[in-house]
């Protein structure tokens, strides 16, 4: 027995058929027979776990179980965590789109409602304001009292433009000694009824104007020519 306690320490309390086959193996070699004063036909080697043993490869095994699931307990915390951390990069980036989104949407509506503003002014209020178109204008702009003061705006630049020209053609004729005294007194005056008449956009007060309420010296003003 001393012999195969010797043989069998060298394995580990799990590796019990290497155990046995390391004892059988001493066995069929005589080492255990040769000294014996008789001869033994047949040895059976059956190596068991006493009690204490059991226990301790029990608790082993238990304790290694326990190891795995904790590693894959951590392994799983981690990937949650990449995971959390990936989605809360999709999120970021996913609501910077959205802003971008929305940033641009805005700029090309703000650009959209300068461009239709623009149109307005050019193809729809213009022309009623060289036609002396009045009526129409104040309808019109009844409906869309959000171009009042562009089209207040407009109505001064048209009319100091009126003015600037006027004055260039006056001096124009009188440089070349092209009009008598008479002429150029009348074309003076004229020049002077048009500047009293031009103000600005508060005071030709066009939101408060219906329509058939604008003078019509205000309209014949405006297509007189030098």
Same mark, same amino acid.
């Given at each position: 027995?001393? /012999? ?16 046995? @086959?390391?004892?059988?193996? !001493?066995?069929? @070699? ?9 001869? !033994? ?7 068991? !776990? ?8 029990? /608790? ?9 699931l904790a590693a894959d307990r951590r392994q799983l915390i981690e990937a949650e ?45 213009k022309p009623m304001i060289e036609g002396g178109l009045w009526s129409v204008l ?11 003061? @562009?089209?207040?705006?407009?109505? +001064? +630049?048209?009319?100091?433009? @009126?003015?600037? +020209? ?5 001096? /124009? ?5 092209m009009l008598e005294d008479y002429q150029a007194v009348t074309v003076v005056e ?9 103000? /600005? ?26």
């Open positions: 027995l001393e /012999t195969i306690s010797r043989v069998t320490e060298n394995f580990d309390i799990e590796d019990v058929q290497p155990a046995t @086959k390391a004892v059988r193996e !001493l066995l069929d @070699k005589g080492k255990f027979t040769e000294k014996l004063p008789f001869v !033994l036909s047949a040895v059976t080697v059956r190596l068991q !776990l006493d009690t204490q043993a059991k226990e301790f490869l029990r /608790t082993r095994r238990q304790q290694r179980q326990d190891a795995l965590g990449e995971t959390g951390m990936l989605q809360q990069q999709y999120d970021i980036k996913l609501e910077q789109e959205r802003r971008r989104f929305e940033h641009e949407l805005d700029r090309q509506r703000v650009e959209m409602e300068l461009q239709i503003q623009r149109m307005r002014l050019d193809e729809v209020y104040a309808q019109q702009l009844a409906q869309n009292p959000g171009d009042i003061n @562009k089209v207040s705006d407009m109505i +001064t +630049t048209m009319h100091e433009r @009126k003015i600037d +020209t006027d004055i260039a053609v006056l001096r /124009t004729l009188i440089d070349k000694d004229q020049l002077v009824r048009n500047l009293a008449q031009g103000g /600005t956009p508060a005071d030709r007060a066009l939101p408060d104007a219906g329509p058939g309420q604008f003078d019509a010296e205000d309209a014949s003003a405006e297509e007189d020519d030098v």
